[in-house]
């Protein structure tokens, strides 16, 4: 059968994070226009690129002088200075117009290319969001990160590290709606209210991925910033601080009633500084738990603002 | 045969310098390459008459154009189109001007800026601000109707179509030019009003070619579409960056739909415009059917690009809401010459220049139709 006619009458996107990946830009574009070309009518690529020091952008240039192409078809947003890889990824996502966006947070491929027209066809099931989530090569911050992450967030969508993943329109638009500020996309993204679902696959070569997975910034303080946005692990790690210094408050309240009756009293004194003292430790410790809960309510109503800076968007020529 | 002017040309500028010096009663040739007036350009864009909201970046093209539409609208009043809501918005993401900064430059331009709900025309959370505006839409057809009724009832002004010219000489006291057919015209002043053609022209006069326009050359599509009737009596443009316009075309009861980043096809950074789709032409139809020195028009192109309907569709639904509907019914093409001095601020100056003092030879060059008043300093 003719390919054009399995083609599906939809306008895709993808949008791609670039910082430093050079290596990986041939291999990626020749499979990435492949696979969309045979899956859809039209496509748009958008490439992010992250303040990468590297001759990325100049290698997608050279790509697209051999290739014919849609002269609309390839966007490159430049960020005015590095701002990480998910302000990147929330600016790429909106500039896309597809029906569906792919957003692939890295270049390297070690998954068969089939599986990107296995997770489009997931959605197709219903699904509003699919990723395409890899376990192997995980570092042991990240699995402690998930597990401590999927315990506490208290939602359904359970997340893991993804290589890339499809959104439908509709969930775009739900993202938009549910707030301004996206700190970390795939906690947003599985608990949008919208059907989600996550393909794992094995990496055909873990060395090649743990290699290009420690290229990779590590994120600790994305990893700090959603545990406290997204779950309640550090209030809960409050409150049992709080609740621990009441305890001792407590037991030293205990301690001096029972010093009081045995009249056992060292010094003189000491009972009622010792009284006082703990009552009152007792106090702003109860104070601090009610203030933490505050604090956690404020920041989640903040983060109003445009969080990311572009420099510009450029488009690519046809030169054929 | 000898004229006091000649005009090349034979878009809105070149006929209104046709008509404004006929009425004075001078002898005016006017020099159209392809076989009708108002071919391209005048034709070929949003036919918006502009007041100054497309320029938030640049107060000097906002104020100018406010000062010109009035003007334009009491002078050509019958192709001019009222009846519909203006609507200009501002994208939330990747706009260079938001909501405020637009508010306030409306007030600095003193043009009217009334909020209007955002929510009524785009889905949620893609503008932070939507204002009603007062801009019309001229209907290009109606008004060279106008031009060509007028001209025609003067015997002093000829308009020559399909005219190809060779060769512009100049001697010390006049013009020569030569046609392809082998005819040949004298004047002591040529007036270039070819837009996108305007350094070709200068090109064939001896000694000018140097003082042509520093331009970058964009291949636009304008789309053409059916809107639906709750769409029908609205126009929404989302500002200010990559973004959309859909509008009423004049009175042809089409919306127009454009946008920034998928309305220019092709550029060409060349002196005179250079693409590889004339390649494609000339193996087509011989040599002499589209090259830089000789653009041909675009619309009627058998090698123009394929449509870009598919994304300009989609980035306008990514905006408006569903209930605003429009299908897509033909693609109109031109040629778009940007000055190059203008890309930072987006300003579109009208530059006139004058390249030859005697015997004269001006070169207009301007995006917007109610600037066109500019040029009657230089007739």
Known sequence: M?????????????????????????????????????????????FVNDASSDDGIAKIYDFFEHTKMDSQMVSIIQMSNYQ????????????????????FDNLFIDY????????????????????AGCRDGMRFTSRMFYSVFNRNSGSEGKIGPETFRVLSRRAVNRIKSIGDYIPYRKAIYMNCGLRADVIEYHAIDI????????????????????????????????TVISALFVVISLLMGIEIIREFCMKTQAVSGWLSTMGFMSLSFMGVFILLSIIMKYLSVILKLMYQKQRYLIAGVEKIAPKQ | MNYTKIIIGAGLYGLYAAKHCGEKKEKILVLEKDDRAFGRATYVNQARVHMGYHYPRSLSTATKSAGYFRRFCDDFPFCIEKGFHQIYATSSRFSWTNAEQFQSFCKAAGIRCEEAPVSLYFKEGMCDGAFLTEEYTYDAMILKKYFLDALSAMPNVTICYNAKIEDIARYPDHFEVHMAGGSVYTSDYILNATYASTNEVLKLVDGVSHTGFN?????????????????RGIGLTVMDGPFFSIMPFGKTGYHSLTSVSFTPHMASYERLPAFPCMERRQALEGEESCRPEQLANCTDCPCRPESAWPYMSHLARKYMREEYEFTYQGSLYSMKPILKSSEVDDSRPTAIRVNSEYPRLVSVLSGKINTVYDLEEFL
């Open chain 1, 2 to 46: 003719d390919l054009a006619q399995n083609r599906e009458h939809k306008f895709v996107s993808a949008v791609m994070y670039l910082h430093n990946d050079a290596a990986y830009i041939d291999m990626f574009l020749s499979m990435i226009t492949q696979e969309l070309a045979a899956l859809f009518d039209k496509y748009e690529l958008i």
């Open chain 1, 84 to 103: 990480g890889q998910e302000a990147a990824m929330n600016a790429g996502r909106d500039l896309a117009i597809g029906d569906f966006v792919f957003e």
């Open chain 1, 112 to 131: 068969p290319k089939t599986l990107i027209r296995k997770i489009y066809e997931r959605t197709l099931e219903g699904y509003d969001v699919v990723a």
């Open chain 1, 207 to 238: 060395d090649a991925r743990r290699k290009a997975l420690k290229g990779r910034h590590e994120r600790t303080h994305l990893a700090l910033d959603s545990l406290i946005y997204f779950t309640d692990v550090m209030e809960k790690v409050s």
């Open chain 2, 215 to 231: 331009i970058k050359y964009e291949l636009c599509e304008i789309i053409l579409t059916k809107a639906s009737e709750k769409l």
